[in-house]
Every structure is written in C-alpha cells, then in structure tokens.
C-alpha cells in the first residue's frame, strides 16, 4: 500500500515510518524538519521537504497514496501561548491544506494526532471522548479546531477521518534540545549536565504516559480497522497516571520548584474503552519500562553531554511502585 506520512520526521512520525517500512509498504513523508530531524528519516522511505501550509506544493505528493498519518505540527503548549499566530499557520490551517489534498486525491483513510490538550482541566478522572472540550492553550485549541474539520470533511467530502488523541507520548528521539522540551526528555537532559530537575507547581499534577511503540501500534489498528468510519474520536494514552514528582523520584537528584505554568492542565489520565472497543488497542509497555528503554537510548546519543557527577544509572527498584 502506498503511505504518506506528514511530519515523518519527528519524534512519533518517525517512528511510526519505520514501522510502516517493516510491514513491507511504501512511505512517503512530508516534513520541513522544522521540529523534526534529518536523521529521524527512514532512507527507504520517500523524503519531500515540504511545509504543510504550502496547498500548492504538497498536493501532488498525495497522489498513488491510499492512507495518510496527519502528524505534522508545532506540538508545543508553551510556544502556542507565545506564538499564537505563527503555530495556528500550522496546526490549523496547514492542516486544513492536509485535508483538501486527502479529499481531492480520494484517500482511504486518514489519521489525525491530535491531543488529551483538547480536554483542558475537567472535574473528573479519567478523560473520556464525550466531555465537554476545555482547552487551556491555543495548542489545545488548535487541536479541537482540527477535530471539527475532520468532521466537516467527512460530512462534506466523503473523507473518513479519524482522531487520535494523544496523552503525553515518551520514548526514544524525544527532543531533548528545545526550550520546549517534554518534560521527560527535560529532565533526562538536566540530570545529565548535573542541574535540578525544574518542576512547574508543586509536581503532584499527574499524567497519563504512554510510550512511543505503543502509540505507533495505536495508529496502525486505527488505519486497518473495520470499525472505523470516519469522524471517530478516540483517546489513545494510559488508564493510568504519573506525578511529575514520582517521575522526578526515577530519575534522581536535586529538584528546583518554580511557579506553575500557564495552559498546563492539572490531571490527565485516558479512558481507553472506546479504543478497546474500535481497535483492540491498550498499552503494553508499562510506564517503569519505557522510562527504561527511553534513558538507555538517552546515555547513547551525545557521551559529551555528560558530566563526571551525573551519570545516568538505571533507576533504583527501590523506587518504583
């Protein structure tokens, strides 16, 4: 089958491109590498360093394709907050110029990240599809925006879409290096030069991780799945939540609280029911076990990064619940 795979070069999107090239189909990818990197792509995959806010440029890419993965985006609360203009360019209307050329080139199925940051702050546990979306940020926002068009191209033009709502993806090529950084790729990079882990608020907020391959896994049953119709919402992260606190306690070393920060939500954690039911999807690796494999690729990547005093070691047993 042929496969697009946009922002192919980023954290998840590469990823789930290797996988793809397992599975023996034909990829290409759409990323300005922006956010992603050069030595995220795949060389067996096709590469057409586009930006999705082109309509003009990438339509012709979608052509002989059957299935397209929409990962493309500035996937950055902080950065939205500060940027609202430049990362809505992106996020809403380059997703939008996505949409038009699935629609005109007739794909099979479209999958579309998008975020658990929709959901805002809510008065219960855990977060299910049919709450009322209460986003913090014009990230979150941005991302509720891209659900609703998946709807109005599915009503309108026949383009069956379906949305994945991420919760807080982990795992090896996390970005590390940005201001921006997920807090787990943070905290990996400051124990390493010997600094405190920086924690926003009091550190009891809590989150439902979930590591990379499962999220890859979760994309896949959402592209073969006989359920799917299009329009579907559906949450792909934990049943389980982390406190940053604990996260900071596996990790080791000094910790540094500063004031809490805007557009974060308190609490998130996944009801993963409906994924059950229309992918036969849960996660497989448990949080202890991706922190694992994600600080071993970490120790591997820059050996200078390191200083004398903060070797990363494994984490002490002792500490996992």
Same mark, same amino acid.
């Given at each position: 089958?042929?496969?697009?795979?946009?922002? #192919?070069? *980023?954290?998840? *999107?590469?990823?789930?491109?290797?996988?793809?090239?397992?599975?023996?189909? /034909?990829?290409?990818? =759409? +990323? %300005?590498?922006?956010?992603?990197?050069?030595? %995220?792509?795949?060389?067996?995959?096709?590469?057409?360093?586009?930006?999705?806010?082109?309509?003009?440029?990438?339509?012709?890419?979608?052509?002989?394709?059957?299935?397209? $993965?929409?990962?493309?985006?500035? !996937?950055?609360?902080?950065?939205?907050?500060?940027?609202?203009?430049?990362?809505?360019?992106?996020?809403?209307?380059?997703?939008?110029?996505?949409?038009?050329?699935?629609?005109?080139?007739?794909?099979?199925?479209?999958?579309?990240?998008?975020?658990?940051?929709?959901?805002? @702050?809510?008065?219960?546990? !855990?977060?299910?599809? +049919?709450?009322?979306? @209460?986003?913090?940020?014009?990230?979150?926002?941005?991302?509720?925006?891209?659900?609703?068009?998946?709807?109005? $191209?599915?009503?309108?033009?026949?383009?069956?879409?379906?949305?994945?709502?991420?919760?807080?993806?982990?795992?090896?090529?996390?970005?590390?290096?940005?201001?921006?950084?997920?807090?787990?790729?943070? $905290?990996?990079?400051?124990?390493?030069?010997?600094? !405190?882990?920086?924690?926003?608020? +009091?550190?009891?907020?809590?989150?439902?991780?979930?590591?990379? +391959?499962?999220?890859?896994?979760? @994309?896949?049953?959402?592209?073969?799945?006989?359920?799917?119709?299009? *329009?579907?919402?559906? @949450? =792909?992260?934990?049943?389980?939540?982390?406190?940053?606190?604990?996260?900071?306690?596996?990790? #080791?070393?000094? /910790?540094?609280?500063?004031? !809490?920060?805007?557009?974060?939500?308190?609490?998130?954690?996944?009801?993963?029911?409906?994924?059950?039911?229309?992918?036969?999807?849960?996660?497989? =690796?448990?949080?202890?076990?991706?922190?694992?494999?994600?600080?071993?690729?970490?120790?591997?990547?820059?050996?200078?990064?390191?200083? /004398?005093?903060?070797?990363?070691?494994?984490?002490?047993?002792?500490?996992?619940?």
């Amino acid at each position: 089958m042929g496969i697009l795979v946009t922002g #192919g070069a *980023g954290f998840i *999107g590469s990823h789930l491109v290797d996988r793809l090239l397992e599975q023996g189909h /034909k990829v290409k990818i =759409i +990323d %300005n590498l922006s956010s992603g990197s050069e030595k %995220n792509l795949n060389p067996k995959a096709e590469f057409f360093n586009l930006d999705i806010r082109d309509l003009e440029k990438i339509t012709p890419v979608f052509k002989d394709t059957d299935y397209v $993965f929409h990962l493309a985006a500035i !996937p950055r609360v902080p950065l939205s907050i500060k940027e609202p203009v430049k990362t809505s360019e992106t996020n809403i209307f380059g997703t939008i110029n996505v949409f038009k050329a699935c629609a005109e080139y007739r794909i099979k199925r479209v999958v579309f990240a998008s975020s658990s940051s929709v959901y805002g @702050n809510q008065e219960r546990l !855990p977060l299910k599809e +049919d709450m009322t979306p @209460n986003p913090l940020s014009p990230y979150g926002l941005q991302k509720l925006v891209g659900e609703q068009f998946t709807k109005i $191209f599915f009503s309108l033009y026949n383009l069956p879409v379906v949305c994945l709502r991420y919760f807080n993806v982990y795992g090896p090529r996390i970005d590390f290096n940005s201001d921006y950084s997920l807090v787990i790729g943070k $905290f990996l990079k400051q124990k390493a030069q010997g600094k !405190p882990l920086t924690i926003y608020g +009091d550190g009891e907020q809590a989150r439902g991780f979930c590591y990379v +391959d499962d999220v890859v896994g979760a @994309n896949i049953k959402a592209m073969k799945s006989e359920k799917i119709k299009g *329009g579907e919402v559906i @949450n =792909i992260g934990s049943n389980k939540s982390y406190s940053i606190n604990y996260l900071a306690k596996l990790i #080791g070393g000094e /910790k540094k609280y500063l004031p !809490p920060r805007e557009g974060d939500p308190l609490h998130t954690k996944a009801n993963i029911t409906l994924a059950k039911k229309l992918l036969g999807w849960e996660p497989k =690796i448990t949080f202890e076990q991706g922190l694992e494999k994600t600080r071993e690729w970490f120790t591997g990547q820059n050996p200078a990064l390191f200083t /004398k005093r903060a070797r990363l070691g494994g984490f002490n047993k002792k500490d996992i619940k």
